[in-house]
C-alpha cells in the first residue's frame, strides 16, 4: 500500500518539520471544502513522494498552535519547508502539479 500523509499535530509539528527531507503541509479542516478537494491530492503524493520528501496534514482545529504559530487565516493552505524553515506557501486549492513543482524545487 502506498504511503499516506502524516497526522501532524501540535506535539509533533517542530519533529517533522526538521526533517533532512522537503516537508508539505497540508493545513485544512473538515468543514473545509476546498480542502477536500486538495486532500486526495495530498495522499497522492504522499506516496508518489515516499523517500524523497514528507508530507503531512495539520486539522487545523485540532492543533490550534501550530496553526497560529503560521498565521493560517484561509484553509486549505499548504507550506514546503526545508531544514525547517518554510521555503513556500500555496493558499486555497491548487492541481497536483502545482504541488509538484514545488516539492521538486526542493529536492537536491
Known amino acids: ?3 499516506k500523509a502524516i497526522e ?4 509533533n509539528f517542530d519533529e517533522i518539520i526538521n526533517s533532512d527531507k522537503p516537508v508539505l503541509v497540508d493545513f485544512w479542516a473538515e468543514w473545509c471544502g ?3 478537494m486538495v486532500g486526495p ?9 515516499e ?10 482545529d485540532a492543533n490550534p498552535q501550530t496553526s497560529a504559530k503560521f498565521g ?7 507550506l514546503v519547508f ?5 521555503v513556500d506557501k500555496q493558499v486555497g486549492a491548487v492541481p497536483k502539479n502545482v504541488l509538484s513543482q514545488k516539492l521538486e ?4
Open 8 to 11: 501532524i499535530t501540535d506535539a
Open 72 to 78: 493560517i487565516r484561509s484553509i486549505p493552505t499548504l
Open 105 to 108: 524545487a526542493q529536492i537536491a
Open 51 to 60: 523517500g524523497k520528501a514528507v508530507i503531512g496534514k495539520v486539522d487545523v
Open 41 to 49: 491530492i495530498v495522499e497522492e503524493l504522499a506516496g508518489e513522494y
Open 82 to 86: 526545508k531544514g525547517g524553515q518554510v
Open 34 to 36: 476546498p480542502c477536500r
Open 1 to 3: 500500500m502506498a504511503n
